[in-house]
Nanobody, 124 residues
């Protein structure tokens, strides 16, 4: 069964960059769309970005468009989220999850196999 593990979070200053990784084990990522979501205490999980199984198409939340880039390396069974120009409002726990192939979804209810999350803190 597919399991996802996020890594790469940490503390970064405003304007800085981080690259998150979502590594799969137990199965291949090849035939799944993969999404990144984030959550802050007291709020619901927010869609950030998602990529289709080929890596050719992606969708982004308006709040991160032009700053974040999602990509995947199916040979490494890993999906990445490159985050540039980070702002304090980007601070959250970031999660990755899988969705079935087809139209790229943005609702958390369409995703499964959530990882444990990785903390991103943006502060000077």
């Amino acid at each position: 069964q597919l399991q996802l593990v996020e890594s790469g979070g940490g503390l970064v200053q405003p304007g800085g960059s981080l690259r998150l990784s979502c590594a799969a084990s137990g199965s291949t990522l090849d035939y799944y769309n993969i999404g990144w979501f984030r959550q802050v205490p007291g709020k619901g999980r927010e869609f950030v970005a998602a990529i289709d199984w080929t890596g050719d198409s992606a969708r982004y939340a308006d709040s991160v468009k032009g700053r974040f880039t999602i990509s995947r390396d199916n040979a490494k069974n890993t999906v990445y989220l490159q985050m540039d120009s980070l702002a304090p409002e980007d601070a959250a726990v970031y999660y990755c999850a899988k969705a079935r192939v087809g139209t790229i979804r943005t609702s958390g209810s369409d995703f499964a196999s959530w990882g444990q999350g990785t903390q991103v803190t943006v502060s000077s």
